[in-house]
């Protein structure tokens, strides 16, 4: 893969100013004690940051560290307001409590690509408390005025005098004065830290095998459980004869688990080994005849219905009625897993009517709340502590490993791990929802786009997860990318929540990775029904000074838009715009073998985030990103059949493969708009720009995903 990792910018945006000192106004932040810790001298601490005597920083951070990097631009931000020597400065994960919660959203949850910019106002405004205490410290020591002094490089100084003190040395008196509850923050001209690619703090520990994840994680008496669920959704345990599975070595206990069976041992591998044993009966219930071709159907039955309409403009039906051309198009997609290279693994210990949890969680609230209504317990008796995970995606917010290993250890008494094989995790996962959508677009007879429709049928993992959090019956997550980021005067979206026995929750982009496909392909088509070029049909729906017009030129022009290809190579284009996310435009180009195998070249991508702190990790969020978009437009399908899930590891579930990736060059556009997300963002776009240039190399669209010229979907 080689990569093009231009910053482009004419100077460092960020968010500050008023807005960001006005959250602590209407909701301070608690403060902790300030008792010196055993063998440890006095240090000054809030929920958010501890200073040490030795002058070490520490950052609490209120998102879970899944690879995505935000533990790192939370501790720039810290810093940075502060005035911390950036060598001084580490950070740990944050516990449950209400002061983590994500103001956004009102509890603790990492997801939406929301985790750094959410926590930004909050943590300044902690970090100049601090700073302000310190230096007010200082001063008070000096007998001079704290304006006259300064915090820079983890030290107070008074530049008329020379004297300076270090952060650590006046920590103890600072944390004696009383927190003020909206300091002065800094010019953001003043920053040195946000904005500039400093090294991730959590990379080294992970380089040298240091970094302690949920499947490394041990204490003393801990016992290991390999777990078994029924094979098909719903189904349950009817009989177990588990004799031959105790006679094995190792084996300490087999105990039933919700719609399953584990096996406890002194070591994984005599667990997993034990569990191939066992003989069991299954009650597999009404959903042991269910088949993709059945849930097909479903979708595109409940594309007739009425459903929940969002965003409406002007009068659909009249203009359908007097426009020159109507296109009509079905679109489909199939479920999709997280496969996260750390499968599902908990532990939990047991004992005196209080739990701990060590996991890598992405809800460590809910993991809190759940295992307490599991196990009998106030929540206040249970503890989570979450650790570093193997790649999130969204399925790291469910529950089911923490409390299998919480009830195995209440039933033994002794702490248990639990660890899923990775066919137990494909196989009994919380999918991305599989879908179908009815697209239609009307013309007049200038070629100009009048009038647009989009009937979506496909699940909901907010209503799974968040069904509190809906209104009007309209899931926002599947819902992503499914209006057009363009002006048109009249507007229909539907949203018709079909719901299936197969289980779904949240996934990297969730509805941007299907909407985004279809309305993008949906919209080439109708340049080509217009006689117009796809990138000028997409220029003449945007105003001219729009961010979303300005990436659509920018990716145009660093792709080699409307410039001679090599024989054979073809470009296709796409936009996206998914609420909370950065603007990304994107071209593909490709080739197609004599086989019709399509050959993937080079991706270009171009993407407005508004405003960075770390580029570096930012890139890597979109490249990243871009990837995983990748393996689900080539690959990406979970197949239902009797039931139960067909695929079980990476051989029938594909990933790309580093011989997989093409080209990928990443430009990234500050405009300066407030903060957006970014590890979700260029995921939706990939599918889209690959379908439209594969139409322009074949003269075929394709209205299913996976991508195939070979496979039949849609209409």
Known sequence: ???????????????????????????????????????????????????????????????????????????????????????????????VADAYKNPLFGMQVTGASVGLWSFMSILRNAAAAARTNLVATAARQWGVEPGSCVARNGEVVHPASGRSVTFGAAAADAARLPLPQA????????????????????????????????????????????????????????RIDDKAARAMPGVRAVLPIPAGVAVVAEHFWQAQTALQKLDVTWDFGPNAT????????????????????LAPKGDVDAAFKGAYKVLTATYEWPFLAHATMEPMTANASYRDGKCDAWVGTQRPDLFRDELAKVLGLAPQDVTVHNLYAGGGFGRRQHTDSVIQAALLSKALQTPVKVIWTRAEDMQHGHYRPAGAAYVRGALDKKGKLIAFENRIATGSPQKVQYAATMTDGIDVASTASAVPPYEIPNRRIVYNLTEVAVPVGMWRSVGASHNAFVVETFVDELAAAAGTDPLEFRRAMLPAQSRERKILDLVAAKAGWGRPLPKGHFHGIALDHKPRASIVGMVAEISLSAKDALIVHRLVCVADPGQVVNPNACMAQFQGAIIWGLAAALYGEISVKGGRVAQSNFHDYRMVTMADVPSIEVEIHLSGADHEGTGESTAGAVAPSLANAIFAAAGKRLRALPLSLSRRGGV
């Not at 830290?193 to 302690?212: S, Y």
């Not at 994840?213 to 349950?236: H, R």
């Open 1 to 95: 893969m080689t990569t093009d990792s231009q910053f482009q910018s004419g100077r460092r945006r960020f968010i500050g100013g008023a807005a960001a000192g006005a959250f602590l106004l209407a909701m301070p932040w608690p403060r902790q004690a300030f008792a010196a810790e055993a063998g440890r001298e006095a240090e000054f601490t809030t929920a958010w940051l501890r200073i040490g005597a030795d002058n070490k920083v520490t950052v609490i951070t209120p998102t879970a560290e899944i690879g995505q990097g935000t533990s790192t631009g939370h501790c720039q931000i810290v810093a940075d307001e502060l005035g911390a020597n950036w060598n001084d400065i580490g950070f740990e994960l944050a516990p």
């Open 183 to 238: 300091p002065i923050l800094k010019d953001p001209k003043d920053f040195t830290l946000m904005g500039r690619p400093v090294p991730r703090l959590d990379i080294p520990a992970k380089t040298r095998g240091e970094a302690i994840y949920a499947i490394d994680f041990k204490m003393p008496g801990m016992l290991y459980a390999a777990v078994m669920k029924c094979p098909v959704f719903g189904g349950k345990v009817v």
């Open 290 to 309: 269910l088949d993709g071709s059945e849930l097909r159907k479903t979708f595109r039955s409940a594309l007739e219905r009425r459903g929940a309409e």
